[in-house]
């Protein structure tokens, strides 16, 4: 069975709708087989955007998946907005749940940084944990090339995705902050800048 992060054209198309609130914020998304957590939020992903009281300037939401991560975002904060994933079929979801939400955010394939042009404020991610460590590596090491000077990497991981040891790793090149730890998932901001 293909991986959720894989595009597999064989897997038969099933979608269906269902509604969440985030913070204050209502939203509807269409979903389907093959997505992450494509019943209901994923509990990382809302406790991440839980999190987050204020954003302003240009946000990366990395590996979209169906859309909640920047759709949210681009309802809650008054941001541009740039979604990507790997994944043809999050792609299709996160489109048409910009439109069904009524947001106007940008939305392309790339494989990691692959089609990023442009510089962040903010990224934030649920990333991928299946594809392994150097990718992984490379989705959250990497974010520091493509965040403006002063930018800022939210992201959310489990203990048993080695939370620990990532932290440790990310805390040698940003400045490193557990945002809360709840049931197992360490909120993490990781600023630019580091002061010493
Ligand atoms: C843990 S899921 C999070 C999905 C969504 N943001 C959410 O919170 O429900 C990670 C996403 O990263 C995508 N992904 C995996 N490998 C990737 C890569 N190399 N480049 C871009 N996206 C990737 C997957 O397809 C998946 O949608």
């Known amino acids: ?56 300037g240009r946000v990366l939401d990395f590996g979209c998946g169906y859309g909640p991560v ?7 904060f008054p941001i541009e907005v740039d979604m990507i994933d790997i994944n043809k079929r999050c792609l299709h979801l996160a489109l048409k749940n910009a439109k069904e939400n009524k947001v106007s955010v940008n939305i392309f394939e790339s494989n990691i ?20 460590k150097k990718i992984l590596y490379d989705i959250l090491l990497g974010a520091y090339d493509h965040l403006k000077k002063e930018g800022i990497l939210f992201f959310v ?27 197992g998932f360490f909120v993490i901001k990781c600023s630019k800048i580091l002061t010493s």
């Open 1 to 56: 069975m293909a991986q959720y992060f894989e595009n597999d054209p064989t897997l038969l198309s099933k979608e269906f709708k269902f509604n969440t609130t985030i913070q204050d914020v209502f939203l509807t998304f269409y979903s389907n087989r093959g997505v992450f957590s494509k019943s209901s939020l994923d509990f990382g992903t809302r406790l991440l955007l839980e999190q987050i009281d204020f954003l302003k």
């Open 70 to 76: 920047g759709i949210f975002l681009k309802k809650k």
């Open 113 to 132: 940084y692959e089609n990023i042009k442009d510089e962040y404020d903010f990224i934030v991610t649920n990333p991928p944990i299946r594809v392994g």
């Open 157 to 183: 991981i489990h203990k048993d995705q080695g939370a620990k040891s990532v932290l440790k790793d990310l805390s040698q090149v940003y400045k490193t902050e557990v945002l809360i730890k709840d049931k």
